[in-house]
């Protein structure tokens, strides 16, 4: 079990990902933009961050860089979620700081497998049956 911290702006991204994640036994924290889930990060100090990289205001990237200077924040690891698969945003995430790297839509497979390479100790158990939205 992890405690993860969703910053996604999308609803059903949100939706899904707070699915995906409660499945195999993981508390989520959530929020909507990169100024809210910084100061939650701060406050709460979940075990892991999925970072969408497109979100209102400051950008994902950004606030990813900014975790990984604050000594309260930069040791969580950090997955930038994307809409769009595509080398480039994955060359950008590792320049900003992120250790993972997933684009959406969600597979439960590929993130619980981002997970568990990051936190191997959070040991969660996916489901049979692929889900995708
Ligand atoms: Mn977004």
């Given amino acids: 079990m992890a405690r993860v911290l969703i910053i996604e702006d999308n ?3 949100m939706k899904l990902a707070v699915l995906l994640l409660h499945n195999v036994g993981h508390v989520t924290l959530s929020a909507v ?4 889930g910084m ?12 970072m969408d990289i497109q979100l209102p205001g400051m ?3 950004t606030a990813t860089a900014l975790l990984k ?3 309260i924040t930069a040791h969580i690891p950090i997955i930038a979620l994307t809409a769009l698969a595509m080398k ?13 790297y997933i684009a959406k839509p969600l597979r439960y497979a ?7 390479g990051l936190l ?3 040991n969660p158990t996916p489901l049979p049956q692929s889900s995708q939205i």
């Fill in 11 to 13: 609803p059903a991204n």
């Fill in 33 to 36: 933009d990169a100024e809210t």
């Fill in 39 to 50: 100061a939650v990060a701060r406050t709460d100090q979940p075990d892991l961050i999925l």
């Fill in 59 to 61: 950008d994902g990237l």
């Fill in 69 to 71: 200077q604050d000594a």
């Fill in 88 to 100: 480039a945003d994955q060359e950008k995430s590792q320049t900003a700081g992120c250790d993972g």
């Fill in 110 to 116: 590929e993130l619980y497998a981002a997970i568990n």
């Fill in 120 to 122: 191997p100790e959070s």
